[in-house]
Each structure stands twice: as structure tokens, then as C-alpha cells.
T-cell receptor
């Protein structure tokens, strides 16, 4: 089976940079994905890493190290609207296994 | 463009009553379809997924069932709801053969009393 670990909560101030880590155990690896979910809303896809390295999309970047079974989501120039839960996920066959989520609180 | 619809948005049901939640996808063909449940403040628990009409994989033993009567329609059902069935139910789709990028519907918040 697969399991993922990520911190339950992270707090940062507006304008800062925050990193949300994710470690995983998997019997087969097809990539690490990240999703954002605002309170009461549906998750939305942020990024996907299949290979080692950094993928950048605007203020958000995602990193993967397959040898370490580790990845992170980096959020720069934090804004109040970034307050949300962030989930990492790994694929097992045709389905995704999600971590328990990290609740990010951005303070003024 | 592709869109995914779920209804109803909220639902309050008594224990022992039946349930039917519907999800439809537009703008794509032969998608993979998924049902998730999310308890308050928790992660997403995959309940069922489907790679085609009539093909349903169940992830956890539970009081629920799923059906896919048409290519872009996915239905979650129960004959008798339990208190523990309360939660936020999310339908999602992905491109056939992939699954890393899933697109979620707006969800149904179910309260069983």
C-alpha cells in the first residue's frame, strides 16, 4: 500500500515564503501531485512532478526527490487568499492516494 | 471545456433513509470517475472509482454503492444511511489512463441525523 505524511498545520505571514513537505511510501511510483482546497470548497489541482527537480508555476513551485521519497510545495509571496488546506497525493494504478492535508494559515 | 456537476449541494437525511447522489461530466469522453468522502478537517477517502461504463472498483467496505450507467454519469447510493455516512462527498474525473490530475465537482455536504 501507499502512505503519505505531511504536517497538519503551518502558519506564515503575508509576503513570506512557506514550504510544505510530503514524504511517501509506495510500492510503485507514478508521480507526486499537489492540490489546494479552500474551506468548504472542492480541491483544485496545483502541480504534478513525475521526475526529480523543481516545477514552477507562478508563485507556486513543487519539488520531488524520488531517491528520498520526498517532495515539497513552495509558496512564495504569500497572500491571504493562500490560506487553505494543501494535499499531496501519489498515484496507485488509476487512483490517487491523498495525504491528510496541511492547513496553511496566512497572517497579516 | 470540461465541466463536472454534482447535486444536490447540501442534503439532510434521517438515519435509515436511502441516498442517491449524482455526478455528471461534460466535454470529455470515457473519463475515469471517482467518488471521495471527506470528514471535517480530514483528508480525502477514495470510495469508488470507475474506468468505464459498468466498471466499478470499491475501495473500502461500507454502506454505500456506486454505479456508472452512462459514460459520463456516476451515481453514489445507499439503501439505509448511517450516522457515520455524514460528510462531504466529492466526485472527480480524470483523463483515461491518467489520474495525477483530477478535476473535482463542487461536492455534496451530507448530514445524517
Amino acid at each position: 500500500g501507499q502512505s503519505l505524511e505531511q504536517p497538519s498545520e503551518v502558519t506564515a505571514v503575508e509576503g513570506a515564503i512557506v514550504q510544505i513537505n510530503c514524504t511517501y511510501q509506495t510500492s510503485g511510483f507514478y508521480g507526486l501531485s499537489w492540490y489546494q482546497q479552500h474551506d468548504g470548497g472542492a480541491p483544485t489541482f496545483l502541480s504534478y512532478n513525475a521526475l526529480d527537480g523543481l516545477e514552477e508555476t507562478g508563485r507556486f513551485s513543487s519539488f520531488l526527490s524520488r531517491s528520498d521519497s520526498y517532495g515539497y510545495l513552495l509558496l512564495q509571496e504569500l497572500q491571504m487568499k493562500d490560506s487553505a488546506s494543501y494535499f499531496c497525493a501519489v498515484r496507485e494504478g488509476g487512483k490517487l492516494i491523498f495525504g491528510q492535508g496541511t492547513e496553511l494559515s496566512v497572517k497579516p | 471545456s470540461q465541466t463536472i456537476h454534482q447535486w444536490p449541494a447540501t442534503l439532510v437525511q434521517p438515519v435509515g433513509s436511502p441516498l442517491s447522489l449524482e455526478c455528471t461530466v461534460e466535454g470529455t469522453s470515457n473519463p475515469n470517475l471517482y467518488w471521495y468522502r471527506q470528514a471535517a478537517g480530514r483528508g480525502l477517502q477514495l470510495l469508488f472509482y470507475s474506468v468505464g461504463i459498468g466498471q466499478i472498483s470499491s475501495e473500502v467496505p461500507q454502506n454505500l454503492s456506486a454505479s456508472r450507467p452512462q459514460d459520463r454519469q456516476f451515481i453514489l447510493s445507499s439503501k439505509k444511511l448511517l450516522l457515520s455516512d455524514s460528510g462531504f462527498y466529492l466526485c472527480a474525473w480524470s483523463v483515461t489512463g491518467s489520474g495525477n490530475e483530477q478535476f473535482f465537482g463542487p461536492g455534496t455536504r451530507l448530514t445524517v441525523l
